[in-house]
C-alpha cells in the first residue's frame, strides 16, 4: 500500500520555524520527484517547492523563496519541508505530494499565530 505521511505540522508565531516531515512507503521514493503543497484557507491549492529524485535540484515559489527549504533523505524515504520566518499567511494545510501528483498525503496543518 501507498503511503505518504507528513508530520511535523503545528501552531507556531509569527517569525518560528517548524520542520514538516513526510514519510513515504510502499513505492521506490527515489525514483519520483516530490514537492509540497499547501491549501491555504479560502484559497486554491499551491506549490511551496518541489525537489528532483536525486535531490540536486528544487524549486521554490515566490513566497517561499528564501524562507523555506526542501530536501529529501532517500536512504529513510523521507521528504522534508524546513520553514524560517513563518507570517500568518502561511498558515494552511501541507501537503506531501509526488511531482506528477500520482500520490498524496493526507496533509499536516501549520498554523501561525500569536
Known amino acids: 500500500e501507498v503511503q505518504l505521511v507528513e508530520s511535523g505540522g503545528g501552531m507556531v508565531q509569527p517569525g518560528g520555524s517548524l520542520r514538516l516531515s513526510c514519510t513515504a512507503s510502499?513505492?521506490?521514493?527515489?525514483?519520483?520527484?516530490m514537492k509540497w503543497l499547501r491549501r491555504v484557507p479560502g484559497k486554491e491549492r499551491e506549490l511551496v517547492a518541489s525537489?528532483?529524485?536525486?535531490?540536486?535540484?528544487?524549486h521554490y515559489a515566490d513566497f517561499a523563496n528564501g524562507r523555506f527549504t526542501i530536501s529529501r533523505d532517500n536512504a529513510k524515504n523521507e521528504l522534508y519541508l524546513q520553514m524560517n520566518s513563518l507570517k500568518p499567511e502561511d498558515t494552511a494545510q501541507y501537503y506531501c505530494?509526488?511531482?506528477?501528483?500520482?500520490?498524496w498525503g493526507k496533509g499536516t496543518l501549520v498554523t501561525v499565530s500569536s
Open positions: 505530494v509526488t511531482l506528477a501528483d500520482q500520490y
Open positions: 525537489i528532483d529524485m536525486a535531490g540536486s535540484s528544487t
Open positions: 510502499g513505492f521506490i521514493f527515489s525514483n519520483y520527484g
